[in-house]
């Protein structure tokens, strides 16, 4: 079963803004820097933490009611993680004047 041309590029250019979004956030949790870029990192990660367990909890809860087998994407789960994190740290970044 062959894709159109169309749907491969748009797949291509989501995994390209995906990876990039990934070595985004694990370059701006390892560079050093400042205080000040260190509490917008630490915010950030926090933020990204807490989103990221409190949809683990929603998402074991419904299927715990639902009586259905646990099936988490982890490559999903991973970019959703970076989207957020990258929200969040552009979020503190204005808040915090970074």
Do not use: H
Not at 49 to 56: D, E, I, P, R, T
Not at 60 to 87: G, K, S, T
């Amino acid at each position: 079963m062959n894709m159109p041309l169309g749907a491969i590029i748009f797949l291509l250019v989501v995994l390209l803004v995906f990876t990039s979004l990934d070595i985004f956030m694990l370059v701006s949790l390892l560079m050093p820097g400042d205080e000040r870029n260190q509490i917008i990192v630490w915010k950030a990660s926090s933020f990204t933490l807490l989103a990221m367990v409190g949809a683990n909890i929603l998402d074991v809860i419904e299927n715990f009611v639902r009586a259905q087998p646990m099936a988490q994407n982890p490559f999903v789960q991973l970019e959703i993680a970076a989207i957020i994190y990258f929200v969040a740290l552009l979020f503190y970044r204005k808040r915090l004047g970074g």
